[in-house]
């Protein structure tokens, strides 16, 4: 197990900047740091990647700094050459862990980044590693009450969740978690930090800059949240998002019939998807075309408690609403693969054209034996979290959701499966409805995003037709920030360190010089083999 590392701001003086691996370049100014690294916790991190970690300990709510503190986990590899910087990262969720992020990445991302900057990710608060958001948990029941923490009555969840550490679900939020970073750049002992943000993390990069802009040295943002839409819009146009990338999936699939034999067209491959969905169980989640002659002509039936709102309407009891919020979340979450392997394993391939063609050869498996699941199943797992991923995303995105939900679309999205409409619609409008949070009304308001006052102008990145975070959220986001947007093409979820070169490249120009030299790229190449 990792030793525990918290040491007091007044321990300052006995800590030397070469912790941190040597000096900073100019625009840094390294003052003594307070984070002391060691072994990492016990299955976080690669072995033999040259990790290291720390215990930093920050206060528990910032408006009230003198009061509870909590422990964050903090990552580190070094800079093997002259240093030019601290480049800190975050991966997404909400509710991703972070501590492996760059030994994940250490054969696939320039080595240049690795010789001149210490790569360092802060694991977010209430996170395992980052004193868990518990609520209502035992030895005996390590979920408890976790397990309806994305919706239902507000007030029995904060009582379950303030047994354990009173007042902690309502810190868990964006800016809080942004706040922390800025205590782990103080604990590293450095001036300014440069940021790596992908899909939400591009979001809570946005937060920090707009809080502590002196702080950011240069700022690389992919596959980036719309900052207007934060939390029900972003969530359901994300449901719509994936049809474009679908197409180019089957499509790409059909090129290759004589190595998949699914089909030699977009559209047959896509009636061989629809009827292993089917065959699975996944009724509606097949229906991706307009609406057939008739209601007979649904792929599926459909699923409760939907069925029991199309016959009697939605009355809003507890029973029902419950039922309502756990199809929600499982449809936010992807987690319909546990039932319908191939639904969760598209769902996956959609993020990065790395996962098409093994994501084909796993269809082709499950088309010649339909069970034989178990590649599928091996492809969603690939996104997995542990479960307090589950519950720190439940809580940021109830916590501050800035969109009213809208009940009323309820009942348009039953009507859109019941005449079979296309289901990427229907599932948009469920979580426009703002069902996924029940009573729980935020806490918090989201912090005005804005670049104004960064002394080097943010580098954005975003995929012409990415599946998870819509393209319009790239150009929004460099609006509020002022930032330059690269526009990539193909529909790639997070696009730098996948062997693009045109890619990798500009990122690296910006983070040594702090300008950007192109406006378009080509997608990533796929790899062969």
């Known amino acids: 197990m990792m030793r525990t590392l918290r040491i007091s701001r007044l321990a300052t003086a006995l800590f030397t900047a070469t912790l941190l691996g040597g000096s900073i370049a100019t625009g840094f100014a390294d003052a003594a740091p307070v984070a002391a690294f060691g072994a990492c916790p016990d299955g976080s991190v690669l072995p033999n990647r040259g990790v290291r970690c720390a215990v930093v300990s920050v206060p528990m709510n910032y408006a009230d700094p003198d009061g509870p503190r909590i422990d964050l986990t903090v990552s580190r590899i070094a800079a093997t050459e002259q240093r030019l910087g601290v480049i800190v990262a975050n991966p997404g969720g909400p509710g991703a862990d972070t501590l492996d992020y760059w030994a994940q990445r250490v054969d696939t991302l320039p080595a240049e980044l690795g010789a001149h900057y210490d790569r360092v990710a802060v694991q977010p608060r209430g996170l395992r590693w980052a004193t868990p958001l518990r609520c209502g948990a035992d030895s005996n029941n390590p979920e408890g009450e976790q397990v309806s923490l994305g919706g239902g009555n507000r007030d029995v969840i904060k ?9 902690y679900l309502d810190t868990i939020t964006t800016e809080s978690t942004a706040r922390d970073l800025d205590e782990v750049r103080a604990a590293l002992g450095v001036e300014r930090i440069s940021y790596l943000g992908t899909s939400y993390g591009t979001y ?105 709102i199309a016959r009697d309407g939605f009355n809003g009891s507890m029973e029902q609403s419950g039922k309502v919020q756990n199809l929600l979340r499982t449809l936010v979450s992807g987690g319909a693969s546990a039932q319908v392997p191939l639904v969760g394993a598209t769902a ?17 498996e499950a088309n010649t034996d339909p069970a034989n699941v178990a590649q599928l199943l091996a492809i969603e797992g690939a996104t997995s979290t542990d479960p307090t991923g589950r519950f720190v995303f439940a809580a940021i995105t109830c916590n501050e959701n800035a969109v009213p939900g809208r009940p009323e679309l309820l009942g348009a999205a039953v009507a859109t499966i019941a005449t079979g409409g296309n ?96 406006s378009h790229a080509d997608q990533a190449p796929l790899p062969t083999g």
Not at 159 to 167: I, N, Q, S
Not at 349 to 363: E, G, L, N, S
């Open 423 to 518: 289901a990427m619609d229907a599932r948009a409008d469920m979580v426009r409805s703002g069902m996924s949070c029940g009573s729980w009304r935020p806490v918090a308001k989201p912090v005005p995003i804005t670049g104004r006052d960064l002394r080097t102008p943010p580098l954005l990145l975003q995929s012409r037709h990415d599946a998870l975070t819509q393209y319009e959220g790239g150009p929004a986001m460099a609006r509020a920030l002022n930032g330059s947007l690269v526009t990539v093409e193909g529909g790639d979820h997070g696009t730098f360190g996948r062997g693009n070169s045109a890619v990798d490249d500009a990122v690296m120009t910006y983070l040594r010089t702090g300008l950007v030299n192109i």
């Open 348 to 364: 996956v391939a959609t993020y990065t054209r790395t996962f098409w063609p093994v994501f084909a050869k796993a269809m082709a």
């Open 159 to 167: 009582k379950a969740c303030d047994a354990a550490l009173p007042g």
């Open 204 to 308: 809570l990069g946005a937060v920090y800059a707009s809080l502590f802009p002196a702080r950011v040295d240069r700022m690389v943002l992919d596959s980036n949240v719309d900052p207007d839409w934060v939390w029900t819009e972003e969530f359901a146009q994300q449901q719509v998002a994936g049809k474009q990338r679908l197409d180019d999936l089957f499509a790409w699939i059909a090129e290759h019939h004589e190595r998949y034999g699914l089909g030699d067209t977009a559209f047959q491959v896509y009636q061989n998807w629809v009827r292993l969905v089917v065959n699975q169980g996944g009724g509606w989640y097949a229906n991706l075309t307009p609406p057939p002659a008739s209601v007979s002509d649904l792929p599926g039936k459909l699923p409760e408690p939907l069925a029991d």
